[in-house]
């Protein structure tokens, strides 16, 4: 799957993707290029919250497929993206404990297609992911979720601590993985429940992990003191699946 099926490039063309209600993930725009075409384009962006970025020349010839971008590229998800309440609802249809994905900052495209594929397979009602420093669905998840995009909706939030409390008080609790939790055999995951993955060079943020209600640690007997940010998703994901089981 080719990336540029999810860029478009031309003044005329990001503006028409903005009227026609396209989801523009992030533009970028060529920098000190202010004339009242793109500014009507930036002005578009922030009334539908992208993400704008400011960027030279060079950067942009790197990003066009056509060599044609006029100043301005915009970055399109390739799925439309959901609403958290659609994952809610889909819990109470199957009469479900809710399970969601929440991921803080991650920013590997190829995590976040693979935790999407593992959501999915491990019966997880959505994943939600935060607006700025992050990915977004680009054709590179796409690609990496196999297929599971279709099935697996992805809703995008402005703030994970506030979509925490929010989830919260409609009953769910959170667990996030880091080396200085409570072994995670020990702890009951079980109900509604929110799984936080974090950045994989950082981990969970301070705030977001203090919104966690269990801190768990996945045992390691190796020579490296980390799994990669979806593996531990993964593994963490199916020790809630396995307790779910009974």
């Known amino acids: 799957m080719r990336y540029e099926e999810y860029t478009i490039e031309g003044r005329n063309a990001v503006m028409e993707a903005f009227r026609a209600q396209k989801t523009i993930d992030k533009l970028y725009i060529l920098d000190g290029c202010h004339d009242g075409a793109v500014n009507s384009i930036v002005r578009e962006g922030k009334k539908q919250d992208t993400i704008v970025n400011y960027v030279t020349k060079e ?3 790197q990003m066009s497929s056509t060599g044609k971008h006029q100043g301005v590229i915009a970055q399109a998800a390739a799925y439309e993206y959901a609403e958290i309440e659609d994952m809610l609802e889909a819990a109470a249809k199957k009469n479900e404990d809710p399970f969601i994905f ?4 991650l920013e590997d495209p190829h995590n976040l297609g693979a935790i999407i594929r593992t959501a ?7 994943v939600v992911i935060p607006k700025r420093r992050a990915a977004g669905l680009t ?3 796409v690609k990496a979720s196999a297929g599971a995009i279709n099935y697996t909706p992805v809703a995008k939030v402005t703030n994970i601590s506030k979509t925490i409390e929010d989830l919260k008080k409609k009953g769910l609790w959170f667990v996030c993985a880091d080396m200085g939790g ?3 055999y020990t702890q009951k995951l079980t109900g509604p429940i929110g799984l936080v993955v974090g950045n994989e060079g950082t981990g969970v943020s301070r705030l977001v992990r ?4 269990f801190i768990s640690s996945i045992p390691m007997k190796g020579d490296i003191d980390s799994l990669n940010a979806s593996v531990a998703a993964g593994v963490l994901a199916y020790e809630i ?3 779910r089981l009974g």
């Open 59 to 61: 950067r942009l010839d």
């Open 102 to 105: 929440i991921l803080d900052e």
């Open 120 to 126: 999915n397979l491990c019966g997880a009602h959505g």
């Open 139 to 141: 054709a590179t998840v």
């Open 182 to 184: 409570e072994l995670m």
């Open 210 to 213: 203090e919104k966690c209600d």
């Open 241 to 243: 699946v396995r307790q």
